[in-house]
């Protein structure tokens, strides 16, 4: 969608006119089961993980691997993004589908 790839982007201008303007589902997904949150924490782009956030996207939304938004940012070592979610109560034992929690998940790669 324009939101995912405003997204990945990091066109933090286009994702606040999608957000505030057009109606746009936050939290649909992609073929690989991403929101627009998951592919920002993914990409590191901390501004536009924020803008989500204060639109409500589902923190705790699941991809393909059963990633959430915070595994990625785990794994991609992005310390900031990671801050925000856990700020805005990530589930820290989410675990995905192979029983891997975020943290578990960061350290294994």
């Known amino acids: 969608t324009a939101l995912h790839l405003a997204c990945e982007k990091g066109c933090e201008q286009v994702v606040e006119l999608l957000l505030k303007h057009v109606k746009v589902n936050i939290n649909v997904t992609d073929k690989d089961q991403h929101t627009a949150l998951h592919l920002a924490c993914e990409k590191g782009h901390d501004k536009v993980v924020e803008l989500l956030l204060e639109h409500k996207a589902n ?47 960061a350290v294994k790669k």
């Open 59 to 105: 923190i705790n939304c699941i991809d393909q691997n059963e990633y959430t938004a915070l595994h990625i940012a785990c794994v991609k070592g992005h310390t900031k993004i990671i801050k925000l979610l856990l700020d805005h109560e990530a589930d820290v034992k989410k675990c995905d589908k192979e029983g891997l929690n975020p943290l578990e998940v």
